[in-house]
């Protein structure tokens, strides 16, 4: 029997992967279900935006989804355990979050939907997975800890918080803090402004012109996955990666670069066991950003600024 899981006193809770690995798998299925209904009504926006879920003060979001007249939003909700479905026209509909097949799951949603008068074409099968089962067919998938669950949302909660800190940071081009169902990572993305040579693709049951819109141009990349370590991992990486990148100078002392997964890695727990996590956290944002962005001369004059410059002026 696993220990329980906790929250630390600075809020960065404890969980560890192989505890909670089953639930985790289940929940990366769910989570495809609910971002693949986002993607077939959102407007298409550059890299894939359209298609992620957002840090909520509850769980994750799709945020307002456009459908005819009206909107919709999906939230997976892991303090009350519910996924609810919320139309514009004051109409709400919920499924239970608890141990259950993802087959049972994809219907209960799309039932959900349904009533709602919510049309949902979406593709049965999910992406960057192998195997790929199908939504409909897949019992394999059926585990839920309400625990577990809710200390990765705060997991999450931490993560976005930094992250979203880290991003004021930057004026050029650069994306919001979103989660990515596809591979279950919490991103940011800041771009040089020049384009990127075709990505190669490579991702499992995902389309390579899928990677070729996402990378299509020069990016710095970081971000949080529950994978990857003990407690999960940060991770930050540049594409294209310009000479000199895997060898730059990053802090804190436990970050390295992986050779395999060509990346720098920052365990979760050494965050969590800082002394300031926090300060932990951006010295390894700043520092990898930093040897994307010097390594590949990016105009860092143009692309970045102090976001409390107008704070004396409030």
């Not at 999910?126 to 705060?154: C, G, K, M, T």
Request: with cysteine; proline share 8%; hydrophobic share 40%.
């Amino acid at each position: 029997m696993p220990e329980p899981a906790s929250t630390t006193a600075s809020g960065w809770p404890s969980l560890r992967v192989e505890d909670w690995a089953d639930t985790r798998d289940t929940l990366h299925m769910w989570t495809q279900i609910v971002g693949k209904v986002r993607l077939v009504h959102a407007p298409f926006v550059n890299h894939w935006w359209h298609t992620t879920l957002y840090v909520s003060p509850r769980g994750l979001t799709t945020t307002a989804i456009p459908y005819e007249a009206g909107a919709f939003d999906m939230e997976l909700d892991f303090v009350d355990h519910r996924l609810v479905v919320r139309a514009s026209s004051g109409e709400v509909r919920t499924v239970a979050l608890e141990a259950k097949p993802v087959a049972d799951f994809h219907a209960q949603t799309l039932h959900a939907l349904d009533e709602l008068g919510i049309e949902a074409p979406i593709q049965a099968t999910p992406n960057e997975v192998d195997p790929a089962i199908p939504f409909a067919e897949d019992h394999e998938h059926a585990s839920y800890d309400p625990d577990a669950a809710q200390l990765f949302w705060r997991q999450l909660v931490q993560a976005d918080r930094v992250m979203g800190e880290f991003r004021s940071h930057f004026v050029g081009k650069v994306s919001p803090v979103h989660f990515f169902w596809g591979a279950m990572d919490l991103a940011c993305t800041r771009f040089s402004g020049r384009g990127a040579p075709p990505h190669p693709g490579g991702a499992p049951n995902c389309g390579d012109w899928v990677m070729v819109e996402g990378y299509s141009h020069e990016l710095s990349s970081c971000g949080f996955w529950p994978g990857g370590g003990e407690e999960g991992a940060f991770y930050a990486y540049a594409y294209p990666e310009p000479d000199g990148f895997a060898d730059h100078p990053v802090a804190p002392a436990d970050a390295s670069y992986s050779r395999e997964n060509g990346q720098f890695l920052l365990p979760y727990e050494a965050v969590r066991t800082a002394s300031e996590p926090d300060r932990a956290l951006l010295d390894f944002l700043q520092t990898t950003y930093e040897a994307a962005a010097e390594h590949a001369q990016w105009d860092r004059a143009a692309l970045e600024d102090d976001p409390g410059r107008w704070d004396h002026l409030r």
